[in-house]
Nanobody, 115 residues
Framework: QVPLVESGGGLVQPGGSLKLSCTTS????????MAWYRQAPGKQREWVAI???????NYKDSVKGRFTISRDNAKNTVYLQMNRLKPEDTAVYYC?????????WGQGSQVTVSS
């Protein structure tokens, strides 16, 4: 059983919005910083946004002001609200702990930004 499950991706036009969700177990969520990563075709996987267990956040420069990471502790869920999406945001988005753990990689959620 994959411990992290992403959902919420899809096809959106440039300038549009999507909200990704990542649900996990409390054992993972409560003691770890959680992060969203993405991998575009032909590129390495990169981190996008981080949320620590104490609520601090950090963002990759290219998404600052457009993406927001948040946590719902009661639901063991981390979200990524993505606004003003650009074609270069097209990628498969994954959640994982920070630092990531190989065993936690799920299937990811495809986000395609295209007109």
């Amino acid at each position: 059983q994959v411990p992290l499950v992403e959902s919420g991706g899809g096809l959106v036009q440039p300038g549009g919005s999507l909200k990704l969700s990542c649900t996990t177990s409390g054992n993972i969520f409560n003691i770890n910083a959680m992060a969203w990563y993405r991998q575009a075709p032909g590129k390495q996987r990169e981190w996008v946004a981080i949320s620590t267990s104490s609520g601090n956040t950090n963002y990759k420069d290219s998404v600052k002001g457009r993406f927001t990471i948040s946590r719902d502790n009661a639901k063991n869920t981390v979200y990524l609200q993505m606004n003003r999406l650009k074609p270069e945001d097209t990628a498969v988005y994954y959640c994982n702990t920070l630092p990531w753990r190989t065993a936690y990689w799920g299937q990811g959620s495809q986000v395609t930004v295209s007109s």
